[in-house]
């Protein structure tokens, strides 16, 4: 009997042996082709002459070669189909089988691995399968589960009347299930001495010329039947007689048109794949009329190719991966070029901003002061004693610290790094330090603090309106310096009245830096913050939010600023002092609690003023104005309407006295 065809009448055929390639190549057969139907056929080729029986020990021995096989199907739900072939020529055996059997597909495994191929020197099994199958079936060549090489089939199976006799006469099966065990095999053919004659051997029916290449059967005469075992030669006619062991088949060389067809066609399909090989090889090798041996070698690289193809998609893997890492490594080297070079612009920003200041000696400082006599001291504060002195024939104030004071010795660091790299004509200038001891020498400010000067200190004459008009606008211009200082913005966190330095001039200028906080500048605009992990400045004029969320930023200053608006309108003390000027808005009597020194002050301006300065003192940061857009403008304006009045009316309020013993740079009472 044939190999049946099942399904959609695919035949699906796998060349096995002893090795592992063809363990792989059933078990891609069946993850890749074997998907629609579950029947296969197992085909061996044992080396051997033609008409040779085997022979009990060699039973077992086969037994146990499919078993493996056998077992895996099992597993899988295949139907395998086992079929031994007897042929000295493998490759003639396989391709003879294909064509009686119109087997569509035929999986082979590279024949590099299989042991079986070993003794050939000619061009091996999986080779000479993709040039001489027929072209009604597929080659695929399997090696370490994948497929290395096919070849698809270019025509449809065609079955022939003819064909299915021949096939059924020339071809033994034995088929093993899922369910079944080695005692239920069963043989197409019968093959006991007991059993009746086929009913072909029993007709005297005429002789048959079978398709070419066709194989003279020997049947084993075994006890169970289980393989049916073909011994292919040449080309034969076939005869039949019996015997009492039952039927068998002689045969006698012939030529026959089917035969000569036959080779023809495959003359034909082996030229056709000479071609196609040839056309593959040109991109490889351009040059033209070697000779046979060249080509062959040619033909042994083209099978060598998908091996080189391996090898060179790792490599271009390996290249891409080393590409990867050069890139990350190019792409580090550079951000580490830009981190020197903003270091190194920045050092040189630093350096150009920074503005070096005299140093002094202890010695120099105690000669100024004369050995810091209480006769020269003109004001004492948290930080230490203040000495009016003259250094270089220049009159100064020198501020010293005291001794023993780990916070004053941070301000003063503080105060240093400020000063020495700004210049402006509202801040108090550093003229140097003595950083040994603790000793800062500022320019001399005649008319001392803008405190002393609210509260008439030493019966000076109080500030005019006009002045405090322009002061405030003054204080305006320098905080604006500060908040946007560069490299980043300077908050001072300690603005008050006695931080206020007036000169001979009244110009008002602000000083003690020593508290100034460094912000980023992308948290010192008006809604994000800098966290402080502790508040510093004097209790009345700290932040409210600061104060309570260590939140710190720009608008900080502001609501201390508001509070001395409100102190240079009102001269009164700062504690509940925006509560005071609120409800005196209210009831229209804003008048009583300004300033009663001075007489004159203009209602609506005056006015204007106040309502600014409380809306500086609003509690939330967000709720209060803008320096440099709305606060600074409107104090300008103020400023101006004060100088135009001074121009049309001559002040009444006489300047501070020059033998007036004022007390310049004296700061306040300590804030801590």
């Excluded at 087997?103 to 999986?126: E, W, Y």
């Excluded at 495959?266 to 794949?273: K, V, W, Y």
């Excluded at 948290?382 to 020198?398: H, M, Q, R």
Aim: with cysteine.
């Amino acid at each position: 009997m044939s190999a049946r065809r099942v399904d959609n009448g695919i035949i699906t055929a796998i060349a096995i042996d002893k090795d592992k390639n063809s363990q792989h190549a059933l078990k891609w057969a069946v993850e890749n082709i074997i998907v629609d139907s579950p029947h296969c056929v197992l085909l061996h080729v044992q080396q051997g002459n033609a008409g040779a029986h085997l022979q009990h020990d060699n039973q077992d021995d086969e037994h146990q070669f499919f078993l493996p096989f056998r077992g895996f199907c099992a597993r899988k739900g295949i139907i395998a189909k086992e079929v031994i072939l007897r042929n000295t020529d493998i490759s003639n055996a396989i391709v003879t089988y294909i064509t009686n059997n119109s087997v569509s597909n035929i999986v082979v495994g590279a024949s590099a691995h299989n042991s079986f191929f070993k003794k050939f020197k000619s061009p091996d099994v999986s080779t000479t399968l993709l040039k001489t199958a027929p072209e009604t079936c597929a080659v695929f060549v399997v090696s370490k589960g994948k497929l290395l090489k096919s070849k698809s089939a270019s025509q449809p199976q065609k079955h022939t009347r003819q064909q299915d006799l021949s096939s059924l006469l020339y071809n033994y099966e034995h088929t093993s299930s899922v369910n079944s065990s080695d005692s239920e095999r069963e043989s197409s053919v019968s093959t006991k001495h007991n059993k009746p004659k086929s009913a072909l051997s029993q007709s005297n029916s005429p002789r048959i010329s079978p398709p070419p290449s066709l194989s003279e059967i020997s049947q084993s005469e075994t006890d169970n039947g289980s393989y049916g075992v073909v011994s292919t030669a040449s080309s034969y006619t076939i005869s039949e007689s019996s015997n009492t062991n039952g039927s068998s088949i002689s045969s006698t060389s012939t030529e026959s048109p089917h035969a000569v067809n036959f080779v023809e066609q495959q003359n034909q399909n082996l030229e056709a794949e000479v071609r196609r090989l040839r056309l593959e090889l040109k991109q490889f090798n351009p040059s033209k009329g070697k000779d046979t041996t060249n080509q062959n070698e040619s033909l042994d690289e083209a099978i060598e190719l998908p091996r080189a193809l391996s090898e060179e998609k790792n490599k271009r893997h390996s290249a891409i991966q080393a590409a990867e890492i050069a890139k990350r490594l190019a792409k580090m080297e550079s951000q580490k070029r830009r981190l020197l070079e903003m270091q190194a612009k920045l050092e040189k920003q630093r350096m150009a901003n920074k503005v070096s200041y005299r140093r002094y000696s202890i010695k120099d400082v105690e000669s100024a002061t004369n050995g810091f006599s209480d006769a020269l001291k003109i004001g004492e504060g948290g930080y230490g004693p203040v000495y009016k002195a003259v250094l270089d024939y220049t009159s100064v104030a020198i501020k010293i610290l005291k001794s023993g004071i780990t916070q004053g010795l941070k301000q003063f660091q503080q105060e240093i790094e400020v000063l020495s790299s700004m210049r402006h004509p509202n801040m108090v200038i550093l003229l140097g330090a003595c950083p040994e001891y603790g000793c800062l020498v500022y320019e001399y400010m005649e008319n001392g603090t803008l405190e002393d000067r609210l509260f008439c200190k030493n019966n000076t004459p109080p500030l005019s309106w006009r002045a405090r008009f322009r002061i405030a606008s003054e204080i305006a211009t320098g905080l604006l310096f500060l908040h946007h200082a560069k490299p980043e913005p300077l908050v001072h966190r300690d603005l008050k009245p006695a931080n206020i330095l007036l000169d001979r001039y009244f110009t008002s200028k602000i000083s003690d830096v020593g508290l100034a906080r460094l912000v980023p500048p992308s948290v010192a605009d008006t809604f994000s913050n800098y966290h402080m992990t502790s508040a510093a400045g004097t209790f009345c004029y700290i932040d409210p939010e600061y104060q309570q969320t260590g939140l710190l930023g720009v608008k900080s200053d502001l609501y201390s600023f508001g509070v001395v608006l409100l102190q240079i309108i009102t001269a009164m003390p700062a504690m509940g002092l925006g509560h005071k000027v609120e409800m005196a808005i209210e009831n229209n009597n804003l008048r009583e609690i300004l300033d009663p020194t001075v007489s004159d002050w203009p209602e609506e301006e005056t006015l204007e003023l106040a309502k600014l300065a409380l809306q500086c003192c609003e509690l939330r940061k967000k709720d209060r104005p803008d320096l440099a857009s709305v606060l600074l403008p409107a104090l300008n304006r103020l400023k101006e309407f004060a100088t135009e009045d001074n121009e049309s009316i001559q002040d009444t309020t006489s300047p501070v006295s020059h033998t007036h013993n004022s007390a310049p740079l004296a700061p306040s009472p300590s804030s801590e």
